[in-house]
């Protein structure tokens, strides 16, 4: 008797695992239209809710599981443009000249301002030390283009944790936040390459933009990202056109280590 209770209550589970799955699964997007016809669709986004939140706790713990301190203020003395393009600084970060349009090219990366890149949602691996400096992981950024928030390393926390409690549920997600939050709960999604700006609610007047990037751990500190989530870089498409995102160049990170 006792082992036909057990295969009834497995098949019982089951069958709640399945549908919490399908409940999880329908578009934020599908329930909308649902519930302006009138349907309850409080079981829906419940659900949808309860796995974020055990999703989001899990990547909070492995966020917080290894230390990785850098000093950006090593950074002060390359900051003033334009720089010395005999600099050790200027040729770690342009590398090369290129055989034509030499000018346009020291100009890219002897004018461009030091911006700070904030990861705001990564693929886990990102967080865990790693010597393999090939492998690359997707992440959700954000850049601030205007000078008073460029380097502004007390904002770009303020931001990145703003955003973090919006994806784990832990403060409502404002209307002009609500796709980069969704891009943050895709990270790994390979066909979203959505851009933006961040939205007014919480930008306190940056210009600043948002995008999905590619980031190899050869150019993060000890092959994973740093504990305040910040890699500087070097904009190369400054000033930024209305309508067009930042392009940014990879510091080396001696520059930047503590």
């Given at each position: ?81 334009p ?59 954000i850049?601030?283009?205007d ?76 092959g ?6 910040i ?28």
């Amino acid at each position: 008797m006792g082992f036909f209770k057990n295969q009834l209550d497995n098949f019982k589970q089951s069958i709640e695992n399945q549908l919490d799955n399908f409940k999880q699964s329908v578009p934020d997007e599908r329930l909308d239209e649902l519930e302006a016809q009138g349907y309850d669709v409080s079981e829906y986004r419940k659900a949808k809710q309860n796995a974020r939140s055990a999703k989001n706790a899990i990547l909070e713990e492995i966020r917080n599981a290894h230390e990785n301190c850098t000093n950006l203020t090593k950074l002060e003395p390359y900051m003033k443009t334009p720089r010395n393009i005999e600099s050790e600084f200027f040729k770690a970060v342009a590398g090369k000249a290129p055989w034509f349009g030499k000018d346009k090219w020291r100009r890219k990366y002897s004018e461009g301002p030091i911006v700070y890149r904030g990861v705001v949602a990564a693929q886990s691996e990102l967080y865990k030390p790693s010597d393999k400096g090939e492998d690359a992981f997707y992440a959700v950024t954000i850049v601030a283009v205007d000078k008073a928030h460029q380097c502004n390393e007390e904002w770009m926390q303020r931001v990145i944790k703003q955003l973090q409690d919006m994806q784990a549920g832990k403060v409502d997600t404002p209307s002009d936040c609500a796709e980069l939050v969704d891009m943050m709960d895709e990270v790994d999604n390979e066909g979203d390459w959505r851009t933006g700006m961040l939205g007014m609610s919480i930008s306190e007047g940056a210009e600043a933009h948002y995008r999905k990037d590619v980031l190899y751990r050869k150019n993060l500190p000890n092959g994973f990202l740093p504990t305040n989530g910040i890699v500087p870089q070097v904009c190369t498409n400054f000033p930024v056109k209305e309508s067009h995102s930042p392009l940014t160049a990879n510091i080396p990170v001696q520059f930047y280590m503590g």
